[in-house]
Structures are given as C-alpha cells and as structure tokens.
C-alpha cells in the first residue's frame, strides 16, 4: 500500500512536471499561433489538456482511495491486534511476540517481566467492574508509558500483563519497574483515586540461559507468587 502511494504521488508529480512545461511552451508566440493555426492543431491541443486533467483527476481520485483504505487497514489493525478496554495491545499481540521466538534457540538478551493487577477482583467486588474497568485501563496507560523506549508490554488476560524486553539487560528491566511503581506511587496518592496493588515477577535470559520464550515467560509468571 506504501509502495502504491508513492507510485500514485510521482505520477502526480511527473503529470505536473508536463503540464508546466506546456503552459511555458504555449506562452510563446510562434507556439501559440501554430496551435491555433489549424482546426486540427487546436482540437489536438484541447484532447491533449483533456488527457492531463482527466489523468489528474483520476490520480487524486486513486489517492483518496488509497487512505481511505489505509484508514479502514488501521482500524482493522486496531480491533485485532488492541484490547478495547485497557487500549494497549492485546493476548493476540502478545502471542505474535512471542511466536517470533517459538521456533529458534531463545537469545541471552531477552528480558521478560510478568505483571499482576492483585487488587482487581477486590475492586470489582467492594465497588463495582466499572471501577474495575477503570483501574485496569488506568494501570495498562501507566505499563504503556513506562515501557516507551523499553520494550514491548501488553494484556495478557484477566489482570495479567506481559513485557518483552529485547537487547535487555538488567538495568532495563530495573527502569520500567522503577517507572511503574513511581506512577503508581503518584497515581495512589490521588486523593479521588482507587489504590492500585501489582505483583511482579521478572526473569532475564542471560541470567537463566532458558532455550524457549515459553519457559522464560512461566518462569517469569512463576515469580509473581514468590
């Protein structure tokens, strides 16, 4: 589709380039009167403009459609590969990641980190799962924005989020955690907020020198619960 456009876009750009250096040339006199000489030259020239601005017209028409189509493509995007409650990407996206290590030795810079929204359940019983809903979208904006420049996180499911963290090293990992419990932090302390309560549980390949993304990712899981 890119590819397409940017053919869509020199042909206008060529089209233009030719329509300039008509007008230039039927400014001059000894072209102008040549042109309108004849009967034969004349209607040449109209079928001539004719062409151009049809060829113009169907050009910008094509573009429209273009984005138009990339337009439908993203939203298309934004329903498969999004989690329309927290707004960050969803299990599909996660197992997309994920399926680009499936089938290959694991490398020692992968970092993954496992994360638990602990207090969902309670929230949705003591208030009600707009509440919930609330906080879960709360907490996924806070994960996207830590991970910014990172590495990738998403819903995993339920209250459980998933980061994958390529040419990782601990430091890494260190800094989206320190940025998400320093959001958290200021989001808890809001005086019309509901607390949020998170588990974490990391794991760092060139420390575990595990072979497959699936079992950094269980061991990962594992930790939250020690």
Known sequence: MKKLSVFKIIQLSILAVITLISVFFLLKPEVKQFVFSSSSATTLFFLIWIILIASFLFIMIDLSIISSIKLHFHNLYGVAYSDPLSGIPNRFSCDTLIEKYIDSELPEDI????IELANLSEVNSLYDHAAGNRLLKDFSAILSSSALSLGFVGRNGGNKF???FEDCTQEKLDAFLTRVFEKVQRHNAKADSIDMEYKVGAALNSKE??????GLIALANNRIYK
């Open 111 to 114: 970092g993954c980190i496992m």
């Open 209 to 214: 020198h595990l072979a497959k993304i699936t």
């Open 162 to 164: 998933l980061a994958i």
